[in-house]
């Protein structure tokens, strides 16, 4: 009932569309390799950010240690008021939720990475590698070496937090725009950072944010299902 109620959600199957649409104009388009030709041109037809302190020592490394700190505020959060379940069910059941769309988000992504086999843009010919460039549904030749390069797994540390923005609609419905950007905003940078290092298509992270997206909807469905919401009709 609630996998049916999920997919059979109009924002759900609006957002599929539009990645469908995405990947068709990125992809098979050639989009990705137009954008991160013009990125590779920028940094002097080599990936210049790749080592850079920003990008390498502050937005990668350092951020990650930044999002252990807070998901670790989240789950420290949610062991609390969970303990205290009877007196707050409303916020225990908003921080189970937010902490599931988490975990998911982190973990699927990461799992998706690992069984993909997609090269970064740095691993190809055109952007000073040895590999070809293949598209995302092509079969990848078994000469080639294993790759863990899609979906970008560090945007997932930013838009994973578009999480957010159905935990304050449950606790504190005037933030949760400002969550829903705090989610694309951190992703976007760190997404936009990892282009720049020649780590990730565009692409990469378009599918990141969609999933990260969808983990936080069915998670927060999970915790509070739509039929918990509806009201009893009255005769």
């Known amino acids: 009932m609630l996998i049916k ?3 059979s959600s109009k924002n759900v199957l609006w957002l599929l569309c539009a990645y469908s649409a995405a990947m068709l104009v990125l992809d098979i388009g050639g989009g990705d390799i137009w954008l991160a030709s013009k990125l590779y041109a920028l ?23 930044v999002n252990y700190l807070f998901c670790s505020i989240v789950l420290l959060c949610t062991a609390y008021f ?14 189970i939720a937010l902490s599931l769309s988490l975990i998911s988000a982190f973990a699927l992504v990461a799992y998706l990475k690992a069984i993909t086999n997609i090269a970064c843009p740095w691993d190809l010919t055109l952007f000073g590698g040895t590999e ?10 078994s000469y080639l070496p294993y790759n863990q390069c899609f979906p ?7 838009y994973a937090w578009v999480g957010l923005f159905y935990f304050f609609r449950k606790v504190a419905p005037r933030w949760r725009f400002i969550g829903l950007a705090t989610g694309l905003s951190l992703g976007l940078m760190l997404g ?44």
């Open 152 to 158: 970008a797994g560090h945007a997932s540390v930013g």
């Open 192 to 235: 936009l950072a990892q282009q720049l290092r020649g780590a990730h298509f565009i692409s990469h992270d378009i599918t990141t944010l969609v999933l990260c997206i969808l983990c936080a909807k069915f998670c927060f469905m999970l915790v509070n299902p739509p039929s918990a919401n509806r009201k009893p009709q009255t005769r």
């Open 5 to 7: 109620a999920f997919f």
């Open 43 to 65: 940094e002097g037809s080599t990936w210049s950010l790749q080592q850079h302190w920003l990008t390498e020592t502050v937005l990668h490394k350092g951020a990650r240690q």
């Open 132 to 141: 070809p460039y293949i598209h995302l549904l092509q079969s990848r030749p």
């Open 82 to 95: 969970s303990a205290n379940w009877r007196k707050n069910k409303h916020l225990a059941d908003s921080f």
